[in-house]
């Protein structure tokens, strides 16, 4: 069955949603260089302390250093990290070295055949991979939440090539989650922006979304 990840949650009442329709994890995202979805510490906190137990929490974070990284892990207490841009300072194993119960997800952004290779790479020591649509090198960065795909078959050739789990993510919808599915085979799909109307999550395109990707297997 196809994993279930909806990111940018806003608060506990969108967490809440989330788990009532079924969704396998959330995203709570810290401070970014731009895109939506960024929520103060003190509501991370508040969410992820509020469904401990209940759905797999991942942090979003835009640092770069494992020093920072832990950090901020040890504030928010999520379940799983995900490092939405490269490491310049440290590694994934640090991070497991001081706090092996928090899952690593190394986010990757499909621009080329270039990002297949950092794939295999990141996969060696992250415990599962999440593909995107951003773009490190722009001088303000995007590290998620663009409402864009990318090119899918990239992101399929990465699933061939790697043995940890991988999550999708880009402009997915209600519109195009079945595509995806079928083409790239993922372990899970992550949605932001293609669930919100007017910025908040929209409950009727939440049930929608959920059964297309369940009716996916």
């Not at 929490?57 to 832990?70: A, D, G, H, Q, Y």
């Not at 999550?201 to 939440?206: A, F, N």
Request: charged letters at 25%.
């Amino acid at each position: 069955m196809t994993k279930i990840k909806i990111c940018c949650i806003a608060n506990r009442e969108e967490a809440e949603l989330a788990i009532k329709y079924g969704a396998d994890a959330i995203g709570l995202v810290s401070e970014m260089p731009g895109g939506p979805g960024v929520i103060d510490y003190d509501t991370i906190i508040e969410v992820s302390k509020s469904v401990a137990g209940r759905i797999d929490t991942f942090l979003l974070t835009s640092k770069r250093t494992t020093t920072e990284i832990i950090t901020q892990l040890k504030s928010c207490k999520t379940s799983t990290i995900q490092i939405c841009d490269s490491l310049i300072r440290g590694s994934h194993l640090d991070i497991k070295n001081e706090l092996p119960e928090v899952k690593i997800v190394q986010v990757i952004h499909v621009v080329d055949e270039s990002s297949v290779d950092e794939a295999i790479e990141a996969a060696k020591t992250a415990d599962a991979l999440l593909l995107d649509s951003g773009n490190q090198k722009l001088a303000v960065k995007e590290l998620g939440g663009t409402g864009r795909t990318h090119n899918w078959e990239l992101s399929k050739q990465i699933v061939e090539s790697v043995s940890v789990p991988v999550y999708l993510a880009g402009g997915l919808n209600p519109a195009n989650v079945k595509e995806a599915i079928e083409t790239v085979h993922p372990f899970g799909v992550d949605i932001c922006s293609g669930l919100r109307t007017n910025g908040n999550l929209d409950e009727t395109k939440l049930s929608e979304y959920v059964k297309l990707v369940k009716a996916c297997g």
